[in-house]
């Protein structure tokens, strides 16, 4: 069993919808700085996280913000030359999710793994033995999206508070969201 535990981070609207012709369908500051700063943050300041995101998750990103900085970037894809020649050098591209956690198990510098989407890859994560912890930033609205969050098993994954994470409502303009942290009810944590 490899020692990499997945956390997936997301935000759903009251659909469960993540995205909408590619893109997010909301706009939310703050919201982007919780994801920034989670992602981001180490225990262990020589090291480093790494995302793992789908290849339209990284074609959504916008030029001037991808790699994600600080963060070591996995894409996965079916057509891993294509995306790779495509790619900046540092970004590593691999055809699955169990490809990504091997070559993270042989980074000694990677201090957390974060499921960055978006439906496909966090479906894959969600049905990983390896996943641990799924933080859902959970907006109080309705948005069209065409693209979803896979069902959370609740015998297998319970809603905690966590230090750090604020539990009161959110609110950005129109907006209110709850950020909430499901963990695995039977776990070891990996690392
Ligand atoms: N609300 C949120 O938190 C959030 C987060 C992320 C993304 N999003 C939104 O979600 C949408 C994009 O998500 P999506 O579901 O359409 O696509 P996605 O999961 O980002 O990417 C799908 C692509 O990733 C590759 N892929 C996925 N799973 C794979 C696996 N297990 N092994 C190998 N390759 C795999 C395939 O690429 P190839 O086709 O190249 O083979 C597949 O077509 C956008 O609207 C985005 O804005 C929202």
Known sequence: MSKVSLNIIAATCQNMGIGANGTL?????????HFYSMTTKVKDSTKINAVIMGRKTWDS??????PLNN??????TRQVDTVKKEAPN?????????????YIN?????ESTWVIGGSFVYK???EHPNLYKIYLTEIQKTFKCDTF???IDKQLFQLVDEEGIQKDRQTEGDIDYYFRV??????????
């Open 182 to 191: 499901y963990k695995r009810k039977v776990s070891e944590e990996f690392c």
């Open 61 to 66: 990103i916008p030029g001037k913000y991808r």
């Open 25 to 33: 369908p909301w706009r939310l500051k703050k919201e982007m700085v």
């Open 106 to 110: 042989g980074q000694e510098d990677i």
């Open 124 to 126: 894959a994560a969600m």
């Open 71 to 76: 963060r070591v970037n996995i894409v996965l």
């Open 90 to 102: 540092d970004v590593v591209v691999l055809p699955g999710l169990d490809e990504a956690i091997s």
């Open 149 to 151: 969050f896979p069902n």
